[in-house]
């Protein structure tokens, strides 16, 4: 003998009367975790989050007795080690070290005070993003304290800029020099 179909209606009949049986629990349950997350919610401090951006673009110089052209899968190779490089330099310990240097004799931050590691402190609170598709980095700072956060952030750009410009100036130098050489070379042949 068949049994008549109570059609698709069914599984829903059965799985509310499922639900219905078990009402206190599902309540219970719900209620605890509200709770529970309300209470964290409460209990937690805020952590306020700052973003610098900087516009990343690779500044090649061109040597002219060496032009070639470059195809676009050579340049995004370029291109990426280049950002890639970059990023590391921004978590440097030379920008760390500058960077709390900075915030401590500059602007007074007594956070680092104490503290067997302040690079490893301000290693955790501050972080690199990438904005794919964008020359963009956003230098990203974490504090519970909101101008502290926008202070790290700022700080944390500005020396990495600095940084980057006194390694250009740098190589700049030994350019100059090795030419000064090439020129008093030149001179003493002639």
């Not at 209470?39 to 805020?46: I, K, R």
Request: proline share 5%.
């Amino acid at each position: 003998m068949e049994q008549p179909s109570l059609g698709p209606e069914a599984p829903l009949l059965y799985y509310w009367h499922v639900l219905s049986k078990r009402k206190a629990i599902i309540l219970g349950f719900t209620l605890t975790v509200t709770i529970c997350v309300l209470a964290l919610t409460l209990v937690s401090t805020p952590i306020y989050q700052s973003k610098a951006v900087i516009d990343l673009r690779p500044n090649a110089p061109l040597i002219m007795n060496n032009v070639h052209d470059i195809d676009e899968n050579e340049f995004n190779i370029v291109n990426a080690r280049f950002r890639v490089t970059e990023k590391w330099l921004m978590r440097s310990r030379g920008v760390l070290e500058e960077a709390v240097r900075r915030l401590k004799e500059e602007h007074g931050v007594k956070d680092f005070d104490g503290v067997a590691d302040p690079y490893s402190l301000l290693l955790s609170r501050v972080y690199v993003e990438e904005m794919l598709g964008t020359h963009l980095i956003d230098l990203v700072a974490e504090h519970p304290e909101p101008e502290k956060a926008a202070l790290y952030a700022n700080v944390f750009a500005e020396t990495y800029i600095d940084k980057n410009l006194e390694r250009s100036t740098v190589a700049t130098d030994e350019a100059l020099l090795w030419l000064a050489k090439q020129q008093e070379l030149y001179r003493q042949k002639n």
